[in-house]
């Protein structure tokens, strides 16, 4: 019933991360009556951005020059590296505005299952990283799933060196929340977890 | 912190009706990620759907040729005209899969306030379609707030001639609704609109 072109143009965005069919279909209808050159800046801005961005050749974040305005930055603190699964997580940390030290991204968790071998992760990159900067502690910050777990327990392992530090970000209740909505799993890191009150 | 070339995909993204900071983030995210043929084919899509879609110069709608495929249907019962506030309605009655008769889009409903007069509806368009085209009703199916009940007053008013039908659709307690999610003006029309049970 609706022209080919809206058809199209909803199943394309349906194709993004969080849209549904329904809001596929409100934002294309949206798109086809709105302003003809609002509709070519969004599509200019699309491709701009797709185009600019890269990865930075030193620790992965999204940028667009590398290295990136983080690994640049000389106002960090050199001596900590903040290990993370994707380059969107760079965000998060950096959102919560208390990690003023640098980062490396792994681009995925190892998961045999997946086929993803730790060779597939920027792990060689780190490992190089820490003979040419002066890296004093490494903080994992993988997610807390079986995946997140074996990579961060191998990464331990094959980091350890001498004089580095290699740490895990904590686990436990989320901020905010109560008890009743806990898992059984986070309650017992939660648990493990616990530091004394002074 | 975010590249300049990605805060301003956000920015665009955010425009877009139902997607929130969040979600701009999320997808703009994704999209500097994605295969670069795949956010060129998207822009594509965008631009040609803008392009192509126009208004039906008869009844509104929106389609890639006008008259659109509504209007030119033989098949459909040319005696019913269904007035519509916006093009988008149509798909909304069309999914309902039980109206087949034909369609005009106001384009509005009349808001003093907002600046919106009669002459700025496509109410003479349907004045013209009334001389022309053999009509036998016309079905108001505008929205039950104070501009559309404005709106469906005046028009049932104004088109009033001997030998037409005037109708507005009904108004009561949604589907698979109870009693107490209605408000009272719902429940008051719905008791109004009570019809007897054979």
Same mark, same amino acid.
């Given at each position: 019933?609706?022209?080919?072109?809206?058809?199209?143009?909803?199943?394309?965005?349906?194709?993004?991360?969080?849209?549904?069919?329904?809001?596929?279909?409100?934002?294309?209808?949206?798109?086809?009556?709105?302003?003809?050159?609002?509709?070519?800046?969004?599509?200019?801005?699309?491709?701009?951005?797709?185009?600019?961005?890269?990865?930075?050749? %030193?620790?992965?974040? /999204?940028?667009?020059?590398?290295?990136?305005?983080?690994?640049?930055? #000389? !106002?960090?603190?050199?001596? *900590?590296?903040?290990?993370?699964?994707?380059?969107?997580?760079?965000?998060?940390?950096?959102?919560?505005?208390?990690?003023?030290?640098?980062?490396?991204?792994?681009?995925?968790?190892?998961?045999?299952?997946?086929?993803?071998?730790?060779?597939?992760?920027?792990?060689?990159?780190?490992?190089?990283?820490?003979?040419?900067?002066?890296?004093?502690?490494?903080?994992?910050?993988?997610?807390?799933?079986?995946?997140?777990?074996? %990579?961060?327990?191998? /990464?331990?392992?094959?980091?350890?060196?001498?004089?580095?530090?290699? #740490? !895990?970000?904590?686990?436990? *209740?989320?901020?905010?929340?109560?008890?009743?909505?806990?898992?059984?799993?986070?309650?017992?890191?939660?648990?493990?977890?616990?530091?004394?009150?002074?």
């Amino acid at each position: 019933m609706l022209p080919e072109s809206i058809t199209a143009l909803i199943s394309a965005l349906n194709k993004l991360p969080g849209i549904g069919p329904r809001s596929a279909e409100r934002i294309a209808l949206h798109i086809v009556q709105a302003d003809s050159v609002a509709v070519k800046q969004l599509a200019e801005t699309m491709l701009q951005a797709r185009e600019k961005i890269r990865f930075c050749t %030193t620790c992965g974040a /999204l940028t667009e020059k590398s290295p990136c305005s983080i690994c640049t930055d #000389t !106002r960090r603190d050199a001596s *900590l590296v903040c290990v993370v699964e994707h380059a969107v997580d760079i965000l998060s940390i950096e959102k919560s505005g208390t990690y003023r030290g640098k980062f490396h991204v792994l681009g995925g968790n190892i998961s045999p299952l997946d086929g993803i071998e730790p060779e597939d992760l920027r792990i060689a990159e780190l490992e190089k990283r820490l003979t040419r900067e002066f890296i004093k502690e490494v903080i994992i910050a993988l997610g807390t799933d079986v995946e997140g777990d074996a %990579t961060s327990h191998y /990464l331990a392992k094959r980091l350890a060196r001498k004089g580095l530090k290699i #740490t !895990r970000i904590a686990y436990g *209740l989320p901020a905010g929340s109560g008890l009743e909505f806990a898992d059984e799993l986070t309650l017992s890191r939660a648990l493990e977890g616990r530091r004394e009150m002074n």
